[in-house]
């Protein structure tokens, strides 16, 4: 289960954006350009002035006068002189403007620069934050500094090991052993001649208090983690990583360390290098997922119908959603009548219906992966899904 507090976007903001509805509500995304020469070129304000103009002429076909629509959008008008925000950009901003007034958000998120105007928000764009990026842990690891972090794609959590678990050898073995410990810093094999030059013990006592030292991690490790199911990565040397497998009894290490001493790395390094070695593990599921279409095939299990999946989708019946990249449909749904009318284009009265099909299949609990087209089960199907019934 995701830790809402590690995603730049939590689930109640999407869900209280998706009851804002009402007349004229605006959804604005543009990306931000974290470069220099984009920056210095001034191309996120051009592209929020394209937006500007965008929305404007749409709103004109909603009979509203120039005087009105002018106020209206002032609010995001205002935004092209906040130097504050263009000067330290994020990935993407996303812009919402209602009746209420406008919410806007900085996401490190690669947006395409897009407008729409409905009666309520087009939010499609926001739901990668929440798949593929589940909770994993990282744990620093080396004989004199200890370290354990919360973390999803978007974020890092100090979970502060020392309240269950030794921060050093020293603590653990019970005696001060910190002339040996110069010594035996990153890199070095733990265990040849020469590795320790103190007084008596010799390498199997140092082997020992190692093995020691890392039983007592692994039990507060064990103490702290509370969701057993995600991953747990060690940033280490090899041979730490090695001695630890040994003695963990975690249920879900992950087979990978990042190698070497991380106590000295950057943290925004740390997370970005374990998110690189983690991203394969959270992807697993969506091609499992992919498997299990095919699997199903010939069931009723699954549709590649579009109707059906639409009104599904209001049902709560949807277990997973696939939604090819880049392909809309709009039109209105009667769930009443169960009917389901598609047109040929956007016009006034209607509404993307792949937007309104992911959101209710998020908020009812199911999955939504935006797929390139070769990776969905169905090619040339813009809606794909499994059932839950």
């Not at 073995?173 to 030059?197: E, P």
């Amino acid at each position: 289960m995701l830790n809402q507090e590690l995603l730049p976007f939590s689930k109640s903001l999407f869900e209280k954006l998706t009851n804002s509805g009402g007349l004229y509500c605006v959804s604005m995304y543009v990306p931000m350009y974290k470069k220099g020469k984009e920056q210095n070129d001034h191309l996120a304000q051009d592209n929020l002035k394209h937006c500007i103009k965008e929305v404007t002429n749409k709103l004109k076909k909603h009979q509203l006068s120039e005087n009105e629509i002018k106020k209206y959008l002032n609010p995001i008008e205002k935004l092209l002189t906040n130097t504050e925000m263009w000067r330290n950009p994020s990935n993407g901003l996303a812009l919402f403007l209602n009746k209420n007034g406008l919410t806007h958000y900085k996401l490190p998120l690669n947006f395409k620069t897009q407008t729409y105007v409905a009666n309520h928000f087009y939010l499609l764009p926001l739901l990668q934050i929440f798949h593929n990026n589940g909770d994993y842990y990282v744990l620093e690891l080396s004989q004199d500094y200890v370290q354990l972090y919360e973390a999803t794609k978007y974020g890092f959590n100090n979970l502060f090991v020392e309240d269950f678990a030794p921060t050093n050898l020293e603590n653990a073995v019970g005696f001060d052993y910190k002339q040996k410990m110069l010594q035996f810093r990153s890199g070095q094999n733990a265990f040849t001649s020469g590795s320790f030059h103190g007084h008596g013990e010799g390498k199997d006592d140092d082997k020992k208090e190692i093995e020691t030292f890392l039983r007592a991690i692994n039990k507060g490790i064990n103490k702290l983690i509370i969701n057993k199911k995600a991953p747990l990565i060690i940033a280490g040397t090899n041979a730490l990583f090695n001695m630890y497998q040994q003695t963990n009894t975690y249920p879900n290490l992950y087979k990978t360390n990042i190698s070497g001493d991380s106590e000295f790395k950057n943290k925004n390094l740390l997370h970005a290098n374990s998110w690189k070695l983690i991203k394969p593990y959270f992807e697993i599921e969506q091609n499992e997922k992919i498997n299990q279409f095919s699997e199903l095939y010939h069931t009723p299990k699954i549709s590649y119908d579009t109707s059906d999946i639409i009104l599904s989708s209001f049902d709560g019946k949807i277990d997973t959603l696939f939604i090819e990249r880049g392909k809309d449909f709009f039109g209105a749904v009667n769930t009443e009548s169960r009917n389901v009318h598609i047109d040929s284009e956007r016009e006034i009265q209607n509404g993307s219906l792949v937007n309104s099909s992911a959101i209710n299949t998020f908020l009812k609990g199911g999955k939504v992966y935006v797929l390139p087209k070769e990776k969905m089960p169905i090619k040339g199907k813009i809606l794909n899904a499994i059932y839950r019934f």
